[in-house]
């Protein structure tokens, strides 16, 4: 339990540090900043293979693929959901919809604690029922005031099918993330085979470092958050998810975003139900060495 909770942590301040990356990539567009992500990513996610001695469990997932049509269609899937997830990630500081994003990563712990109710039968308190309440509530004023959220909020809220499609498959999550990767990869290597990365390396050097360091960041961001997945309770993996909502809105702001005043009834709700939660959290926490003893 603690390795989840630190691994999710690890990944909430990896993805925020990505979510401002994509500011000093200059001149490379979203979907090349996507395909180096994956190009670059996949030699880290597959030393963290090796690392952690998960290549048996690799091979067994290709198995399972060659010999189980409905798994390899559940694989394409799911690497589809990732890279749209991921395309988006980085398509929104660049476009100015960082905090619309932001907001969407604010509002998915809620949707997954409430997906662990429904779906899982998965045991809610007290205080995460009033945290989606109050969610609820910054969500109705959105769709009040401007006729429903940003179409770029709700795509995040894409994830939630994605791993209830990981434990539907019961694939775990470093082998699934390797081989999602594996299989983008030709569609990346497509993308960046237009001939323009060799005049924009020529234009701005620096991307011979750049670059490298957003591969490690993006395989070590996402092989700790999906390992995280894993290993805790849906519930409790959506309560710590609440850190890195936190942290990308932070780099809305620095990459010159603003919050309207009426912006407060949708964000004031949902940042009391994050803060219920964190209480929640605390409260699991410091009864936890008393329940083992």
Known sequence: MLSGVLLSITASVLFGALYYYALLLHPLDA???????????????????YLLRAGPAVAALWQRMRRQPGVLVGMLLSASLLGLQMGLFMWAPLHGQAMNVSLGYFLLPLSLVLTGRLAYREV?????RLAVLLAAIGVAHALWRSGGLHWSTLLVQLYVPYFMLHRRLRVSGLPAIWTETLL?????????????????????PLLWLLLPLLGI??????????????????GLFGLLGYLEPALLFVVSLLVG?????SDLWTYGPIWLALLVLGLEGLRRWRAQPAAAG
């Open 257 to 261: 975003e603003r919050m309207l005043a």
């Open 217 to 234: 960041l993006s395989g070590v961001a996402l092989g700790s958050y999906l390992m995280a997945s894993q290993r805790l309770p849906l």
């Open 124 to 128: 809610t308190s007290p205080l995460q």
């Open 184 to 204: 983008l990869l030709p569609l990346a290597i497509w993308w960046l085979a237009d001939g323009q990365i060799l005049q924009q390396l020529a234009t701005r």
């Open 31 to 49: 979907m090349q900043i996507l395909a180096w992500r994956m190009v670059l990513g996949l030699p880290v996610i597959t030393l963290l293979v």
